[in-house]
């Protein structure tokens, strides 16, 4: 983390699970053991239907709500989707895009995620744009050509005023959900990647001002490590956001001393 220069954010995914009675004793439970520092963002994105719960929960706190996925079309005939005017309408801050199971499972594109990276910014939502390699890709070595492609693309058409407003967040696939966790060092050097593949897009400053999160597996005991990386700041969890004795643990992580 480097606090000087951007910001540290912690955000969960809660992918599917939790229903909004469960959001609720989730957030009663977690707004007790909230630490009372102010040295990082703190993001939480739910299911759709618990959104108005956790924004509700949340009101008088430093907690922004998300949402896990979006429709990157402003209206319209696309039965089920949810578009970003709904997001902040119900009080949303933040959205996740791209996230490797959306690409994975439902078939999302660069061309996809970079739609919705630019919906997102419009609409005033935070966008946290997701990249990460596969096993084999880490394995063939071309981890770096391909994060460098899914950024590239993903970031397409963000203009300089507005690369600031996005998030990064450098998830392995490997390492999501699996319990196995990049090394800091792995971590490390994929996130100052993506700091480089930002300054030769845009510049130095916003290199520096960008927030890159790592995400895989991160959780109350190997957080401290991961988020003391220079390139790290802050992180992208799923299972360990799911209870608040957890989540709470991997925020006091972020109150450590940086450069
Ligand atoms: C995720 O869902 O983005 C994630 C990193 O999950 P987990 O922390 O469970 O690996």
């Not at 196995?180 to 845009?202: D, H, N, S, W």
Request: aromatic letters at 6%; proline letters at 4%; glycine letters at 8%.
């Amino acid at each position: 983390m480097n606090r000087k220069y951007r910001k540290t954010v912690i955000a969960g995914n809660w992918k599917m699970n939790k229903t909004p009675s469960e959001t609720k004793e989730f957030m009663t439970a977690f707004k007790a053991i909230l630490p009372k520092g102010r040295w990082c963002d703190v993001a939480l994105c739910v299911p759709a239907v618990c959104i108005p719960t956790a924004v509700r929960a949340m009101r008088e706190t430093r907690v922004g709500i998300g949402a896990e996925n979006m429709n990157a079309n402003a209206s319209g005939a696309y039965t089920g989707e949810i578009s970003a005017d709904m997001l902040t309408d119900a009080g949303c801050k933040y959205v996740i895009i791209g996230h490797s199971e959306r690409r994975e499972m439902y078939g999302e594109t660069d061309a996809d995620v970079n739609a919705k990276v630019l919906t997102a910014l419009n609409a005033g939502l935070t966008p946290i744009m997701c990249c990460g390699e596969t096993l084999e890709q880490r394995e063939a070595g071309v981890t770096m050509e391909h994060i460098a492609m899914q950024i590239k693309m993903g970031l397409r058409g963000v203009s300089e005023d507005k690369i600031r407003k996005v998030v990064i967040a450098y998830e392995p696939i490997w390492a999501i959900g699996t319990g196995r966790t990049a090394t800091p060092e792995q971590a490390q050097e994929v996130c100052e990647g993506i700091r480089a593949v930002v300054r030769k897009l845009y510049s130095s400053k916003n290199a520096r001002a960008i927030s890159v999160l790592y995400g895989g597996s991160m959780n109350e005991k190997n957080a401290y490590e991961l988020l003391a990386q220079p390139d790290i700041d802050g992180g992208l969890i799923g299972g360990a956001s799911l209870v608040p004795e957890k989540f709470v643990k991997i925020i006091e992580a972020a109150n450590q001393p940086t450069e």
